[in-house]
Nanobody, 111 residues
Framework: EVRLVESGGGLVQPGGSLRLSCEAS????????MSWIRQAPGKGLEWVSS???????DYADAVKGRFTISRDNAKKMVYLEMTNLKPEDTAMYYC?????WGQGTQVTVSP
């Protein structure tokens, strides 16, 4: 069973930064692509970023140039470094691997 645990969310002012972390419990973690997906209040799920086994990174246009995804295979961790945060980035952020989801971590961007 895959278990994903996110952390690092919080309240931040516009223009601020946060670093989200996701700890995964599965074998051969390095073989799997990992994603961050968010859900803003009253809206559907929105893909944010992914990183595959070759460390190829993809970003949604809305976050390109502001967010950076990375992974540490030895620690079985995935990170999302978020800079220049905007109010529209307010959402619950989930770590995702296929059908496995974490519990989410809340990011709120507000003055």
């Amino acid at each position: 069973e895959v278990r994903l645990v996110e952390s690092g969310g919080g309240l931040v002012q516009p223009g601020g930064s946060l670093r989200l972390s996701c700890e995964a419990s599965l074998n051969r973690f390095e073989n799997y692509a990992m994603s961050w997906i968010r859900q803003a209040p009253g809206k559907g799920l929105e893909w944010v970023s992914s990183i595959d086994r070759r460390l190829t990174k993809d970003y949604a246009d809305a976050v390109k140039g502001r967010f950076t995804i990375s992974r540490d295979n030895a620690k079985k961790m995935v990170y999302l470094e978020m800079t220049n945060l905007k109010p529209e980035d307010t959402a619950m952020y989930y770590c995702n691997l296929g059908k496995a989801w974490g519990q989410g971590t809340q990011v709120t961007v507000s003055p």
